[in-house]
């Protein structure tokens, strides 16, 4: 989907790269602390075996204690450590890469001043206190210049904002009281005008704060699927520390009765318990959750939690609005459809001049339009010497008056009761044509001088460009898309075949959202929708993955469980992507990791049990060097891989949205097949090198 | 050669024909809110009241799956204790012409939690230790009952995806008596009847020798429960319990037909036959593999015997590796009967496993080792493969992006730990019985053989009592104390683990409202996931069992040239 953005930061994050690894080395270290390890099962007792192991060698080498050298027992328990370090860091590094980020915002934090007022009118007396005194309730006012001291409502005064330090955004936006524009945060500057702001945050709980927490994973907790993962490999992890434990009585049992070679030596068997237990997911793991909320941070998108990231993975029905996110913002004018006897032309030339002084969308469409197809150049109102008449709810017409003419354009019902007071009737073809253009979907304009209609300018709902194939993509992988709309059921069924939604609701009211949210769920359907308005809340707080438009008013913001500072619409497609690769990530790992086991298997038991039963040595597919260096070729490997998938748990496996059968082959041919394959040469390799380095 | 692939496959299609003619009646018996209908259904009904009320459990009320689950191993315990009463008692009570003593104390106990468990495990020799009252109102009851318990915790399981936010998970009494009455019982009286045709005995007179008593009987519901015990020590191999070869296909087909019957009755129970269909052929990817290599290495001439021997196969006689064989079944047709007998966990044996070729034993114990799910147990096979797929779906499912769900119930971290204790404990068992038998000289003596082969004895000991198979690499000498209790602890902690685990998995499952299907849900029907489900046993199984196999089958296969040498 929206790849393009995500790409070009990437890029930057690679040229950061050494100061990131430097930064994230301390982090690193203190990860170390047992008592924040154990959370990670396995990885706590990768660790245990290396404090073992690491006493072993100390003992063996004061000569305490016989057995394996003291060189291979320090390897082997090198080999650990690197692997218990290796996994802290590729989490303190996932933290990292937030960390900037949460900085900068930190910087936005810092102690401004207020103006607090004694009353919510901008006539009550200020005084000047520092930000962090601010307590949620009060009222503050903020003029042009002036930083907002903190997160609230907007009530009174309107004001362009520069919220370009949450957002992104260079353009300002407007804020006002009351509507859905009546948010402000903390950070944000005034441009011009001022607002009394009423504040709805106490220091410390504002959106600001939430976001950094979540940036700095310092709020993270585990999610549904980790923690169900979390029990699969604990599961796992044990089944290996007893098959090695007891490998050491199988051993006994073979020398004895074999009469010849070794037990199993502790070092192999902490070497083998390692290379067995799933320390590649174990030991991404954290790092993968992080880097999925990053990568949603990244997409300007701030999730209230990790659970809420992963949940929109798991959403099969989008709720799309269609003003903004499968429209284009405004209806514009497509054609004008002339009444019998009157030239296109004519129509175009009368509906352009209605159309001059007015500054809606839609009129400004009609003026281009006309502008376009008949090459008539719009002249200021004032030159001409016309007088506008504006809309008003009571003649629901608008137009103008010139040179004796009187034109006007409205719609059909409108019209045709203006025609007939001034004794005229509206043609039935005219009639006709509205009913077919609003058949298709379009809104029909009707324009009349005076008492003569002159024909219909059509009004379209222009679907943007490439929505229709994001919506086939979407349903390949499963997910229903929903187009919710005011419109009639005509015109947004006409919409929702253009566009290509499976489904639509017309004339959509909260409550009616709200039901069907409920519905999609009884039938066992996880539902996200996006909203802004203080009466999308109910819904927001019904769905299962909840958008909210920054833009929007706090109620929406606080019913949701995702936050698009971009408030676009159309975010949600990206932040399905986002869910869906951090569940991928983890499965794709998961199945690397155990498939690696095979081979290490391949590896360490000609090395362990060569010496009893010689004719175990067909097993050593590889015909390593000597039995100590396939042992530590297959620790190396172990560990360097958790380095080497770091990346991919950052970045998150390719992804492209195909069919669930599609992604399970291609995923298990790469992770599965290339789990069971990658080790055997990377192990040969390692085993080459340590010979030429003279291991013996 | 060619006779007994065409033996092998025959077998095998007379036991998808039974199945096959089972699988209406079987998906009949589950939904137990539904009076059975045709006249056959009212029958049983009838029978199903009388027995029912009988016992005051009529009208039979759904349980919640904690109270299932302790239902079961209250049946447990109560059959522990009759069973023992009645073997320690066998002195004082009737029809025992033998006049045969007490079971000794270390032996009864080892004898009851093996039949208990479905395991079988026999330490001892029917017809010199038990009166045919113990055998009747002792061993066979419980031949019923235990597959019965296996059958309700299937029956569970698949509630699990029937039921919808439901708190209950059916009634245990009617689950166990219609598996017991309705489904055992005539499926062993037809068996019983079709080897006595063919001419095993069946006689209620006097027991002296080998001459008779409730053999063809007592044989056919040990191999249609996956029990296994014999009536006599030398088990099936034995001419009175299976004289000709047909009689030996029979038993193969009757011993394989309930588990692959299951496999389809699951699938029409959450009417979706596909997947019913899915885990069969994952069963059959299982099975079939190892059965070829496991006939390979039995038809194959014996190395270690010298040159000039003839072990050909001819028109008269079926060579190959033919010590410990009945030459009346032939090589192929006893590699089958392992292979089925293994991978269901019967145990029954018509050929002694501890003759087999290293690459046969192996075979046998890789069946054991996968946890009794290639088939399986009556019951718990299906319920134990169901367990794997959920691993398997879990993985999967994350691999395409979505929280994890198996038809249409997500799974969550309680099933996925219900499930991992189902499938781990009875090889944690196996590897730590296993571990300290080979560290204590007094019981790694037991196994007369030096070596690997030593080794793989007492391996199967374990592993054969942790899956409650219940068959034995029979050079073990298990009779003392240490190895009797030993084993009854290992057979208890394995059956009680998997059962209540998967019950209480079930009940999870049970409780839970069903997700979407859409095109983003990944199929569990098709070749992809049933690769997966297959290879996820494996997997487990290897990766559990691989360094000790190393250490006993393999070092055994891999000394000298490869093939069939012992």
């Not at chain 1, 500072?565 to 990530?585: A, F, H, W, Y």
Request: glycine share 10%.
């Amino acid at each position: 989907m929206n790849a393009a953005p995500d790409r070009s930061r990437g890029q930057a994050g690679v040229r950061a790269g050494s100061a990131a690894i430097a930064a994230a080395l301390p982090g690193a270290l203190r990860k170390l602390d047992p008592r924040r390890m154990i959370r990670s099962p396995v990885m706590f007792t990768v660790e245990v075996g290396a404090v073992a192991l690491t006493a072993l060698a100390i003992l063996h080498t004061s000569g305490a204690t016989e057995g394996e050298s003291a060189a291979f027992v320090a390897a082997v328990a090198a080999g650990l450590w690197a692997t218990v370090l290796f996994a802290t860091f590729a989490e303190s590094l996932a933290e990292g890469r937030g960390r900037a980020q949460a900085d900068a915002m930190r910087s936005m934090r810092r102690d401004t001043p207020a103006k607090r007022l004694a009353g919510a009118s901008r006539a009550a007396a200020t005084e000047e206190v520092p930000s962090t005194a601010l307590r949620g309730g009060d009222h503050v006012l903020v003029e042009a210049g002036d930083v907002v001291p903190g997160d609230g409502e907007v009530v009174d005064g309107v004001a362009s904002v520069d919220e370009s330090a949450i957002t992104g955004e260079s353009a300002p936006v407007i804020r006002e009281s009351g509507g859905d524009r009546n948010t402000v945060t903390g950070g944000t500057r005034l441009l011009s005008d001022w607002l009394v702001v009423r504040i709805t945050a106490d220091p410390g709980a504002s959106f600001l704060d939430r976001m950094i927490g979540l940036i700095e994973g310092a709020k993270r907790q585990k999610t549904p699927n980790e923690i169900a993962l979390d029990i699969l490999l604990a599961g796992l992890t044990l089944v290996f520390l007893v098959v090695t434990a007891t490998l050491l009585p199988f051993s006994i049992h073979a020398t004895t009765s074999a009469g010849r070679g070794e037990p199993i030596g502790l070092a192999v068997l902490a070497a083998l318990f390692v290379c067995l237990a799933p320390t590649t997911i174990g030991g991404l793991l954290p790092a993968i959750g992080i880097a999925g909320i990053d990568r949603m941070v990244r997409a300007n998108v701030l999730a209230t939690s990790g659970r809420a990231v992963e949940a929109a993975g798991d959403v099969d029905v989008l709720l799309l609005d269609k003003t903004g996110t499968i429209t284009l913002g405004n209806r514009q004018a497509a054609a004008f459809l002339p009444a019998p006897g009157v030239t296109e032309g004519e129509l175009a030339e009368a509906a352009q001049l209605a159309s001059l002084a007015d500054e809606t969308p839609e009129g400004r469409s009609i003026v281009v339009l006309a502008k376009e197809r008949h090459a008539l150049r719009g002249s200021e109102i004032e030159t001409l010497g016309a007088t506008f008449v504006p809309f008003t709810a009571q003649t629901r017409m608008s137009g103008v008056d010139l040179d004796g003419r009187s034109i006007r354009k409205g719609a059909r019902d409108a019209i045709v009761k203006h025609v007939e007071r001034l004794g005229g009737r509206v043609d039935d073809e005219t009639i006709a044509t509205c009913e077919t253009v609003a058949r298709g979907g379009s809104t029909p304009l009707v324009v009349a001088d005076r008492a003569r209609v002159l024909g219909v300018v059509e009004l379209k709902d222009v679907v943007k460009g490439g929505i229709t194939e994001r919506f086939a993509e979407l349903r390949s992988m499963g997910i229903r898309t929903v187009m919710i709309t005011g419109d009639n059921p005509l015109t947004a069924a006409a919409i929702a075949a253009e566009a290509g939604v499976d489904d639509f609701l017309a004339e959509a009211t909260p409550e009616a959202k709200l039901a069907m949210i409920r519905r999609y769920q009884s039938e066992g359907h996880l539902v996200a929708m996006t909203g802004d308005g203080t009466n999308d809340a109910p819904a927001l707080a019904q769905a299962d993955v909840a958008v909210a438009m920054n833009s929007g008013t706090q109620a929406a913001k606080e019913a949701g469980n995702m936050v698009d500072l971009d408030s676009d619409p159309t975010k949600l497609l990206e932040i399905v992507r986002v869910g869906k690769q951090l569940l991928m990530t983890r499965g794709s790992l998961t199945t690397f990791s155990l498939a690696n086991d095979i081979a290490k298997y391949f590896v360490i038991l000609p090395a362990a049990f060569g010496g009893i039963y010689p004719q175990l040595a067909r097993l050593d597919l590889l015909r390593l060097h000597s039995p100590t260096t396939a042992v530590l070729a297959a620790v190396a490997f172990n560990a360097l891989v958790i380095v080497g998938l770091v990346p991919m748990a950052m970045k998150g496996v390719s992804y492209r949205p195909r069919p669930a059968a599609d992604l399970l082959r291609s995923n298990l041919l790469v992770w599965g097949l290339g789990g069971l394959l990658l080790p055997f040469p990377c192990i040969k390799l390692i085993d080459l090198l340590l010979a030429s380095m003279g291991v013996p | 050669m060619t006779r007994a692939w065409i033996e092998i496959a025959a077998t095998l299609a007379m036991a998808l024909v039974v199945a096959v003619a089972i699988v209406p009646w079987l998906t009949a018996l589950l939904p137990t809110e539904r009076p059975l209908h045709g006249l056959l259904g009212r029958v049983a009904g009838a029978i199903e009241r009388r027995l029912l009320g009988a016992a005051g459990a009529w009208p039979a009320r759904g349980m919640r799956p904690g109270e299932y689950a302790a239902s079961l191993v209250v049946l447990h315990a109560v059959g522990f204790v009759v069973l023992l009463g009645v073997l320690r008692l066998q002195g004082l009570l009737p029809w025992n012409p033998q006049g045969l003593p007490a079971v000794p104390w270390g032996i009864a106990v080892n004898t009851v939690v093996s039949f208990v468990t479905n395991t079988n495990w026999q330490s001892y020799a029917g017809e010199t230790t038990l009166s045919p009252f113990s055998q009747v109102f002792g061993l066979t009851v419980q031949n019923f009952i235990a597959p019965a318990m296996g059958i309700a915790t299937m029956f569970v399981v698949a509630r699990g995806f029937v039921l919808s936010g439901s708190g209950t998970v059916g009634n245990c009494w009617q689950d166990v008596v219609r598996a017991a009455v309705m489904l055992l019982l005539p499926l062993a009286v037809l068996l019983s009847a079709l080897l006595v045709r063919e001419g095993a005995a069946q006689t209620l007179g006097a027991l002296s020798g080998p001459a008779g008593g409730p053999v063809a009987s007592q044989t056919a519901i040990a191999l249609v429960g996956s029990n296994g015990g014999g009536y006599f020590n030398a088990n099936s191999a034995h001419p009175l319990a299976t004289p000709t070869p047909l009689a030996n296909a029979l038993q193969i087909a009757f011993m394989l037909a309930l588990p692959i019957a299951a496999c389809l009755a699951f699938g029409r129970w959450i009417a979706d036959r596909r997947q019913g269909r899915a885990i069969l052929l994952a069963n059959a990817l299982l099975f079939l593999p190892p059965l070829a290599l496991l006939v390979t290495a039995e038809t194959a001439p014996n190395r270690a015997l010298p040159a000039g021997i003839a072990q050909g196969h001819d028109a008269d006689h079926d060579g190959g590796s033919l010590e410990g064989k009945e030459a009346r079944f032939g090589t192929g047709a006893s590699a089958l009967f392992v292979a089925a007998a293994t991978a269901t966990s019967t145990g029954a044996v018509d050929a002694m496993h501890d003759s087999l070729s290293p690459l046969g034993g192996f075979v046998a114990l890789w069946f054991i080792s996968l946890g009794e799910v290639v088939f399986g147990g009556v019951g718990t096979g299906l319920a134990g493969l169901v367990a794997y797929a959920l691993l398997a779906v879990f993985v999967a499912g994350l691999m395409v992006g979505r929280s994890p769900e198996y038809l249409g119930k997500r799974i969550e971290a309680r099933e996925m730990k219900l499930a991992m204790l189902a499938l781990l404990v009875p090889p944690v068992t196996t590897l730590l019985g296993t571990a300290v038998a080979a560290v204590r000289p007094a019981m790694a003596a037991a196994a007369p053989n030096p070596g690997p082969h030593g080794f793989s004895e007492l391996l199967y000991a374990f592993a054969s009592a942790a899956n409650n198979n219940g068959s034995a690499f029979a050079g073990l000498d298990a009779a003392s104390l240490s190895w009797t209790l030993g084993l009854a602890a290992a057979m208890a902690a394995g059956r009680m683990a998997t059962i209540v685990c998967l019950v209480l998995l079930g009940g999870s499952l049970a409780a839970k409202r069903p997700v979407a299907v859409s095109s983003g849900t990944l199929p569990t029907h098709g070749p992809l996931f049933i690769l997966m489900l297959a290879g996820a046993v494996v997997l487990v199984g290897a990766l559990a069992f691989l360094p000790a196999l190393a250490l006993g089958p393999l070092a055994e296969a891999l000394e000298g040239p490869l093939g069939g040498t012992r």
